[in-house]
């Protein structure tokens, strides 16, 4: 490479000379890393790999006398890799050079990296792991939701792997430097993740301070954030749209007729994916026409009429497409072991239909079951639909949640408009050159 012909000697870890300046510095921060690698567990064949990457870096620090590693530099660097071509076109071994050029950096600037832990590194184990498990069957036990403990769990399982990455192996030494270097490297997650990881933090070391397993009370040493959740506006389809992704299902197989009655349930009742894959027979009230059960998200019981089209697609496909099983469940597989349907799969059968029905930029938006649930508010509002009945109908908790459909009801905001007076004013048109037609 002409980028690298002048070069001299290259060893990690020794001096390398290039027109008499000296790169110590990569050397250092490289050295830095292979540490940090090896604390992580990674194999020895990945930190041969990293080797192979950070001599690379150096030729091209050394080529161009750089006398720093930075952002700018590390950009260059990918830019030479890349040669003008685009990252998912370029083969494995280039995309691992830039991979380690990017953790060169991070480490850098945050003693870390953003692809930190190993799949060892996965499961509560030791001292710190047994704590964190005792914690959250306390947590449990005051009706924390079983969601809300796996989210827990994941973000106290990367505060494990962090402090024993620092060689932290039992919880009660732990010390605030421990504890600012984990809030550090956060930067690399959303804002709702830091949030949510902040908040946990502060939990979880009131409860070690509580139990007497900390001398101090580091809940104290986690900074509030400013964080407030941003609405977004929801993914809506027309009655149009929606009618032909409904005519897109052929109701002629067992696969059809399963589809349609699970579709039906979404886009004419508005209910969630997970209630829909979890219903079961007893949810049925055929006698009084009625769908009762208990939501999965809110744990809100709700009350549905059992629409005729609705019941007479269900009976259909129970009668001539549901396999024989004594599973509990109404939705299942079309093959053995005849499992229930699960959410990921209903989405996968709403989008199928959305491409069948010829729906245009649906791969742009929200297209799954959710969308036809948003798209029934919608509906629901242009038929002049008081909001208290739209929330009862989405079975939502409080009504707030159901006044973010206000947001997407155009015809009811173009009546809210207020017409833009003129500027007469001769100061505007002086001092800004504003001119009214």
């Not at 070690?208 to 509030?224: A, C, F, G, M, R």
């Not at 973010?404 to 809210?416: E, G, P, T, W």
Request: charged share 25%; proline share 3%; with cysteine.
């Amino acid at each position: 490479s002409p980028l690298l012909c002048n070069c001299t000697k290259y060893t990690m870890g020794g001096v390398i000379m290039k027109n008499g300046k000296s790169i110590h510095f990569f050397n250092e921060i490289a050295d830095g890393l292979l540490k940090f690698l090896r604390s992580l567990k990674y194999s020895n064949n990945s930190i041969k790999n990293y080797k192979t990457s950070l001599k690379n870096i150096e030729k091209f620090i050394i080529s161009n006398n750089f006398t720093v590693y930075d952002s700018e530099v590390c950009m260059k660097y990918i830019e030479f890799i890349l040669d003008g071509k685009t990252y998912a076109k370029i083969k494995r071994t280039k995309k691992d050079k830039i991979r380690c050029a990017n953790a060169v950096l991070e480490h850098s600037k945050y003693g870390t990296i953003s692809v930190r832990y190993t799949k060892n590194n996965k499961e509560l184990k030791g001292e710190n792991g047994l704590m964190i498990k005792k914690y959250l069957i306390y947590r449990k036990m005051r009706g924390i939701s079983v969601k809300t403990l796996e989210y827990t769990k994941i973000y106290l399982l990367r505060f494990q792997n962090h402090i024993e990455s620092e060689e932290i192996y039992n919880i009660s030494c732990l010390s605030q430097k421990n504890i600012l270097s984990f809030i550090k490297i956060l930067s690399f997650f959303s804002k709702a993740t830091i949030h949510c990881t902040l908040c946990t933090l502060r939990v979880f070391f009131s409860y070690l301070y509580q139990e007497k397993i900390t001398d101090k009370n580091w809940s104290h040493s986690v900074p509030h954030d400013n964080y407030r959740k941003e609405r977004k506006l929801p993914t809506t389809y027309t009655p149009k749209e929606v009618k032909a992704i409904i005519n897109a299902i052929d109701r002629g197989n067992p696969k059809g007729k399963r589809d349609y009655a699970m579709i039906l349930l979404v886009s004419t009742l508005g209910l969630r994916a997970s209630d829909v894959c979890q219903m079961k027979f007893s949810n049925l009230k055929w006698k009084s026409n009625k769908i009762c059960l208990k939501q999965k998200k809110t744990g809100k019981l709700i009350e549905l009429p059992l629409l005729s089209n609705v019941g007479n697609a269900i009976i259909d496909y129970l009668k001539y497409g549901r396999p024989d099983s004594e599973l509990k469940y109404i939705f299942l597989h079309l093959i053995p072991p005849y499992l229930r349907i699960k959410e990921p799969t209903l989405h996968s059968i709403v989008t199928e239909y959305m491409n069948l029905a010829g729906i245009t930029n649906y791969q742009n938006k929200k297209h799954g079951p959710h969308a036809l649930r948003h798209s029934l508010a919608c509906h629901l509002l242009n038929k002049k639909t008081p909001l208290p009945i739209i929330s009862e109908v989405l079975g939502h908790k409080n009504i707030e949640s159901t006044m973010i459909y206000l947001k997407i009801d155009v015809n009811s905001l173009k009546q809210c408009a207020l017409k833009v007076p003129k500027l007469n004013t001769a100061f505007y048109d002086r001092k800004w050159g504003v001119f009214n037609g």
